[in-house]
Nanobody
Framework: QVQLVESGGGLVQAGGSLRLSCAAS????????MGWFRQAPGKEREFVAV????????NYADSVKGRFTISRDNAKNTVYLQMNSLKPEDTAVYSC?????????????????WGQGTQVTVSS
């Protein structure tokens, strides 16, 4: 069983920055691909970014590419999402997720464990 706890959300003005953290339990964190997803009010959950367990490959949604950076510290069992140049349309609940068996990185079904999420609100 893996438990994920996000932190770092909040209210920020457009153009500002936030860094989200996701702390994971378990001794095999380094073998999981870790992703970030978000869900805005009235919309479906969508993929944001992923950091694969093998080789350190990262992938991003087109909407955040060049503004967001995902990183991980396996020694701390933590994955981060640095969000810069935030826009009002980035407002959502951001959740981290762990993929044990892998799969298509942008699909929700590829992830086995989910955190509760942290609210990010960007004002215009």
């Amino acid at each position: 069983q893996v438990q994920l706890v996000e932190s770092g959300g909040g209210l920020v003005q457009a153009g500002g920055s936030l860094r989200l953290s996701c702390a994971a339990s378990g001794r095999t964190f380094s073998s999981y691909s870790m992703g970030w997803f978000r869900q805005a009010p009235g919309k479906e959950r969508e993929f944001v970014a992923v950091f694969s367990w093998n080789g350190g490959t990262t992938n991003y949604a087109d909407s955040v590419k060049g503004r967001f950076t995902i990183s991980r510290d396996n020694a701390k069992n933590t994955v981060y999402l640095q969000m810069n140049s935030l826009k009002p349309e980035d407002t959502a609940v951001y959740s981290c997720a762990a993929s044990v068996l892998g799969g298509t990185y942008y699909r929700i079904a590829s992830y086995d464990y989910w955190g509760q999420g942290t609210q990010v609100t960007v004002s215009s």
